[in-house]
């Protein structure tokens, strides 16, 4: 059974910041990973798949990269609305997430 | 536009059964998988059950497994999550969700139903 760790827990930025999310595979899954947004009270919304393909609607300041064990969701400059938990997946298997707070 | 609405939740007795709706609109609903996806109070994601496009493919989390059962009508566009033998850590809200036919991602959701197992 495939592990995915997200690190950081939490991460406190400010709007206009680079973030940088991490998510770590315990064996590879090749590029099979996408990432997603929640916010409270809301379902989550598919951001990225296949590690680095951008879904209908997305905007370009989020990005992925990463293959095998090791990636990133990048977000260039964040908006308020960024503000939310970021889950990563490989098929069947979520991440436990990463909370993006306002510093 | 794609809609997918769960109903069916609620509160239920440990040991008793429930069944899960989700109502697809807007899209093809024969052409794609569906999945059902579960989320403890204030925990993080589960995936619970995947079906194929006609029916003919399913799978379980290993924590449901013999107990839930995930079927589909592609004549009324519906999913369906038959659970038994619920237990207090299956109470979460329950989210279906769309395949996007690359991967099992999961690109539209529903508002997702509350789950409560409780005596």
């Known amino acids: 059974e495939i592990v995915l760790t997200q690190s950081p827990a939490t991460l406190s930025l400010s709007p206009g910041e680079r973030a940088a999310l991490s998510c770590r595979a315990s064996?590879?899954?090749?590029?099979?990973l996408a990432w997603y947004q929640q916010k409270p009270g809301q379902a989550p919304r598919l951001l990225i798949y296949?590690?680095?393909n951008r879904a209908t609607g997305i905007p370009a300041r989020f990005s992925g990269s990463g293959s095998g064990t090791d990636f990133t969701l990048t977000i260039s400059s964040l908006e308020p609305e960024d503000f939310a938990v970021y889950y990563c997946?490989?098929?069947?298997?979520f991440g436990q997430g990463t909370r993006l707070e306002i510093k | 536009q794609v809609q997918l609405a769960e109903s069916g939740g609620g509160v239920v007795q440990p040991g008793r059964s429930l069944r899960l709706s989700c109502a697809a609109s807007?899209?093809?609903?024969?052409?794609?998988?569906m999945h059902w996806v579960r989320q403890a109070p204030g925990k993080g994601l589960e995936w619970v059950a995947v079906?194929?496009?006609?029916?003919?493919?399913?799978d379980y989390a290993d924590s449901v497994k013999g107990r839930f059962t995930i079927s589909r009508d592609n004549f009324k566009n519906t999913l369906y999550l038959q659970m038994s033998s619920l237990r207090a850590e299956d109470t979460a809200v329950y989210y279906c969700?769309?395949?996007?036919?690359?991967?099992?991602?999961?690109?539209?959701w529903g508002q997702g139903t509350l789950v409560t197992v409780s005596s």
């Open positions: 969700g769309r395949d996007l036919n690359r991967g099992a991602y999961f690109d539209y």
């Open positions: 807007g899209f093809n609903f024969g052409v794609y998988g």
């Open positions: 079906i194929g496009h006609d029916g003919s493919h399913t």
């Open positions: 064996q590879s899954v090749s590029n099979s």
């Open positions: 296949d590690a680095s």
């Open positions: 997946q490989q098929p069947y298997t």
